[in-house]
């Protein structure tokens, strides 16, 4: 089964700016994005959408694909960017799509780690729904009325333990989606259950990012006990090494490439697909330069 990584990212984030390439102990936010797919036993080929030079580089280090988007591709940079964003990278796959079961979509969260990824694949493959999303337990409501005289009425918690919301991060299938009838309805979404704590890692604001900086080195790095928890969990079954691999294909040169890839580039988009580099890029902001 084919399964295709889609990491969305772009420099010129506003309410944050550059927030995909602060660091985060160590390493840009959005290189701990691209470490989730690479790292991941159940996501075949991952590609980068951006409009960053800077974040195309990183991903090359990783044998990412990537898909540079124009500046003036409808809905860039609006609220519904990522939408427009995912539209760009299906028109540049093209004919590739044929040979992709399914997308992990909403990669932009360094708070997801492989094994969420490889076991929501295996909750999609379980139910053969259309999409599995990531959902999390809703906060409990306790609810007081005003009744006046400094008097309140305390109504209860909401004790359902089926209360779920959603969040970022999906898998899905590759088809359109298909009419479902009303006794099938429960085919088209499905759900895989991360912990709370792994609700809080959208970034919009500093405050947020201190937070999920926070999670991210108590939950994932163990407090600091445990400084490489991606490659610890891709080798725990005995598996080789994933980057060692991709880039010891690429150095054997394109019959190995499109063997592993099934003829990908390393970087499309931009019509004749620049290579990392050995090309101009320009970012969101006007600037030009050359790919690290």
Known sequence: MNIVGLIIARISSVRLPRKNMLEVWGRPWIEWNIRQAVFSKQINHTILISDSHEMAAIAK???????????????FGTVAGGGAAFNYAIEQIGNRIQDIDAFAVGMWSILRKPSDWDSTIDRWREMKAYNTCFMVRAVRNDLCVDV?????LRGGYIKSERLLHRVAGAIQS??????????????????????????????????DFDLAEFLFYKHVLKDGACMTPYED???????VDVLQTRQEAYRDGGAAVRELYGGAPICSGDEAGPRLGD??????GGNRGKGA
Do not use: T
């Not at 280090?61 to 809905?75: C, I, K, L, S, T």
């Not at 006046?148 to 309140?152: A, F, I, L, S, T």
């Not at 090309?279 to 969101?284: F, G, P, S, V």
């Open 174 to 207: 590759s088809a359109p989606l298909p009419i479902w009838p009303e006794e099938g309805r429960e085919k088209e979404c499905s759900f895989y259950e991360l912990e709370p704590w792994q609700e809080y890692g959208n970034v919009d604001y500093q405050h």
């Open 61 to 75: 280090r990783y044998d990412v694909e990537v898909m540079y988007q124009p500046a003036d591709y409808p809905g």
């Open 148 to 152: 006046g005289d400094y008097r309140y």
């Open 279 to 284: 090309q101009e890029y320009q970012d969101a």
């Open 233 to 239: 969990y891709f080798n725990d079954k005995g598996k």
